[in-house]
């Protein structure tokens, strides 16, 4: 297996899985959209029903090693079902085309020229899997633009609130939690 293609578990994995163990309840779906190494999926699994997804093809094998189901898909594609609680670390780096990488591993990395184009496809789609009730949380870097990507999900008709932050090299990483908006 080529795990030099797979995301590694890194400070932003660690933290969103903090997050994500603090919010997941016993017996809830769940679903973690670009599982990486699976090492979030996993830790949920041992509380909570969950499915883990990602489009690399080394990824998806590295995660079913540890025993999880996982499918590879890009996002939402091939997705049926609501979840309960949705998990989202997504390429967020600000990336020029002249800095593209060519490989899988740009999968995890790219965001786009902004770093908000996965995140933002994210957003238009996530409430087709959202149960009722349900909610997501979404790794942000403060590189793509925190503010920014709040409003974003504001004006898709959820309401945030951040639930975890840590500084790493220069930049902050802030977990969002959102859910629809109460009338």
């Not at 997050?19 to 017996?27: D, H, K, T, V, Y």
């Amino acid at each position: 297996m080529n795990t030099s293609q797979v995301y590694p578990i890194e400070e932003d994995t660690l933290l969103l899985l903090k997050a994500a163990l603090s919010e997941c309840r016993p017996g809830e779906r769940v679903i973690e959209f670009g599982c990486g190494s699976g090492h979030i999926a996993y830790h949920l699994s041992q509380i909570a029903d969950v499915l883990a997804t990602d489009i690399n093809p080394f990824a998806v094998r590295a995660a079913q090693t540890l025993g999880i189901e996982v499918v590879r898909a890009d996002l939402f594609a091939g997705i049926c079902g609501q979840f309960d609680l949705i998990i989202f670390n997504p390429p967020y780096l600000p990336t020029a085309p002249g800095e593209r990488m060519d490989d899988w591993l740009e999968y995890a990395l790219d965001g786009g020229l902004d770093g908000k184009a996965v995140i933002a496809r994210f957003i238009e789609g996530v409430g087709r899997v959202m149960a009722y009730g349900g909610r997501f949380l979404l790794l942000v870097s403060s590189l793509t633009g925190v503010r920014e990507v709040i409003r974003m999900i504001e004006k898709a008709g959820f309401c945030t609130e951040q639930v975890a932050q840590s500084r790493v090299e220069g930049e902050e990483l802030v977990v969002l939690l959102a859910k629809q908006c109460l009338a």
